[in-house]
């Protein structure tokens, strides 16, 4: 009896942290059920950490009945980002969103400090724990100025976003617990509380690594997803087949294809979109790009833009209310903020082509992988489901996608 109270109580208040999930309820990424995205190898660990040098940082908050939320952080390097920034840009696809610092990214064409993930409502919040972070840093006694990257999704429909419950603690042990190597994905950090197509979304990360002869190159992505539209995996339509699709009423109701029966309201899911609203496609992404090739802001802004092409072939509608963000940076051609003038290497524009082939792949894969490792979850007075692996299997299996 002492057991079960505990463990009730341990559910009902506090649960600030990174959880992996264990070797018992983990569930596959989409390589390891047989699906090989794109013609390009992925890295080491399929992840964002394999461009060298990047880490990433999580903490998972669930507290009580309606706290679902997190923190992810991406670090470009280890050192002091202010005094060694990175080339990056952001681009946008769509702009209904709230991303803190993008405006001074673009005209400068640098990051000077992690790249942060949260709920809507806690952008603030957040930027204003990372400048603690930045001004308590080694070196930046005599800072007056930081510039923080944070972005967001909606995770309203399961989370009490309005409640803002991410603390300093929650931004300090997301950046200090920044590691490289595999990364922990579905339902944790800023994807606590994310869906994605109607069912539970989340962080998904994949990479590509260029053949030694177009440069050697490797391609990280990482999301954020939180969005809809019709699911569509490595060209399967798995959202139709699973009669679960943004439209799905309306085209039902008119006839589609051969005068199907229209199908019931009530199989629809009901999801967190940034207006608050039911079923929709609305809801947002972020794409954070990292690379070891050596692009400038100008060539970043350009493999941002390719991304969305991977955002596409998921089957995202795009829709208004859908604020769909991507932030690109490099790892090569550190920026020492005391220098007057620089010499740097850039790539070639004849050369960026398998990037922009890596990076669309990248990006598609890491948002399956964000389905398939979310585990379902009920907060806020809901619940969302995770994708069915057993079912997407069969489908896969029927349009001959499982290799």
């Given at each position: ?236 339509p798995v959202g139709e087949e699973l009669k679960q699709f943004y439209l799905k009423e309306a085209v039902s109701a008119g006839g589609r294809r051969n005068g199907e029966r229209p ?141």
């Open positions: 009896m002492f057991c079960r109270i505990l463990a009730l109580t341990l559910c009902l208040f506090v649960s600030s942290a990174t959880f992996p999930q264990t070797a018992k309820d983990a569930r596959p990424r989409a390589r390891d059920i047989g699906i090989a995205i794109g013609i390009l190898p992925t890295g080491a660990n399929n992840a964002i950490t394999d461009v060298r040098g990047v880490t990433v940082g999580q903490t998972t908050i669930i507290k009580g009945e309606n706290v679902r939320t997190g923190v992810t952080a991406i670090l470009p390097h280890n050192g002091n980002l202010f005094k060694e920034k990175v080339p990056g840009a952001v681009f946008i696809g769509n702009g209904f969103g709230k991303l803190a610092g993008s405006t001074q990214v673009n005209e400068l064409g640098e990051i000077e400090t992690p790249i942060l993930l949260t709920s809507t409502l806690s952008v603030p919040k957040t930027a204003d724990f990372l400048m603690d972070y930045m001004l308590g840093l080694p070196g930046n006694e005599q800072v007056r100025s930081i510039n923080p990257l944070v972005a967001e999704t909606n995770d309203g429909g399961l989370n009490d976003g309005r409640g803002r419950h991410i603390t300093r603690d929650d931004v300090f042990n997301a950046l200090r617990t920044a590691r490289g190597g595999p990364i922990d994905e579905g339902s944790v950090g800023a994807g606590t509380g994310t869906v994605a197509f109607g069912w539970k979304g989340g962080i998904g990360t994949s990479s590509r690594k260029l053949p030694k002869g177009l440069g050697g190159y490797t391609v990280g992505v990482l999301v954020q997803s939180n969005f809809g539209g019709v699911l569509t995996i490595d060209g399967a199908l019931d309201r009530d199989a629809f899911p009901t999801i967190a979109t940034d207006r608050g609203g039911d079923f929709s496609a609305d809801g947002s992404i972020i794409i954070v790009i990292a690379t070891d090739a050596p692009l400038d802001w100008r060539q970043l802004e350009r493999l941002a833009e390719r991304s969305i092409a991977g955002l596409a072939r998921t089957g995202s509608s795009m829709t208004n209310g859908s604020g769909d963000y991507v932030i690109a940076f490099s790892t090569a051609n550190p920026i020492n903020s005391g220098d007057r003038v620089r010499t740097i290497s850039v790539l070639g524009n004849d050369a960026m082509s398998p990037l922009f082939q890596a990076v669309i792949e990248a990006a598609e894969e890491a948002i399956i992988n964000s389905l398939f490792r979310a585990t379902g979850m009920t907060g806020n007075g809901r619940t969302i489901e995770s994708l069915p692996i057993d079912k997407v299997t069969e489908i896969l299996r029927k349009y001959g996608k499982i290799r």
